[in-house]
């Protein structure tokens, strides 16, 4: 019941890091931005690994204070990788820059970020209303199949 929304999640966040992939390689020649997309992609590697610790907890038998415990961090860890990104190479004056010195593949693929990261925004908010829908049904942690907890 849990674990589709959460592969979807690890889905979305390998597209969001094969995009930003691209953009590290267009802009290898400008060492500010290189560091910035070195940045992000260690802080999308933590986000994943949330993501992957929230998958794993969310097999049947469903661990469902595992997931409860890597989904805010995934969440919170996520933001910070958007509001870098957005303060980095997503950023207008960053677009406007590359524009102005004609930097038409690093343009390119920073732009092309945005649709696995809204692609991964709305995956990330599916498994917040699963794991919700989850924890409504199954109140106090019970499981079926499973004994209550004590």
Known sequence: MLEPVFNDLCL????????????????????????ETRTLALLLGEVMERAERARKASRLPVDIDGVRRALPRCQRQFGEWKDLFYAGPGSPAREERLAEA?????????????????????????????????????????????????
């Open 12 to 35: 979305q966040l390998a597209r969001l890091r094969t995009a930003l992939r691209a953009v590290q390689v267009s802009v290898a020649g400008d060492p500010e931005a290189a560091g």
């Open 102 to 150: 004609e930097c038409h593949e690093a343009l390119y693929y920073t732009r092309r970020c945005s649709e696995p990261l809204f692609a991964a925004e709305r995956a990330l908010s599916a498994c917040w209303q699963k794991v919700g829908l989850y924890s409504a049904l199954n109140p106090g942690g019970v499981v079926p199949g499973l004994p209550p907890l004590p």
